[in-house]
């Protein structure tokens, strides 16, 4: 995920409120706004990013766990 809106430069974190197209374009909630939720780069439909509530790794880790000792 990308971490900054590609027109304002203004982040957008794992936990924060942002707009993607189907190419993963990323932008702020003011910018998405502006453009009428319409990606100026590809002129998709830019739709609310899920949110992440755990990191990659923590994600990762949990499933190694469970492969080897299947908790």
Do not use: W, Y
């Not at 430069?9 to 702020?28: G, H, M, R, V, Y």
């Not at 509530?53 to 908790?71: A, E, I, W």
Request: some cysteine.
């Amino acid at each position: 995920m990308k971490k900054q809106c590609q027109q304002c430069q203004a982040k957008t974190d794992e936990a924060d409120l942002a707009f993607i197209c189907s190419f993963e374009c990323t932008f702020c909630s003011t910018c998405s706004d502006h453009h009428d939720f319409i990606c100026p780069n590809c002129s998709g439909e830019l739709l609310q990013r899920p949110r992440r509530t755990r990191t990659p790794l923590d994600v990762s880790l949990d499933q190694v766990k469970k492969k080897l000792f299947g908790k």
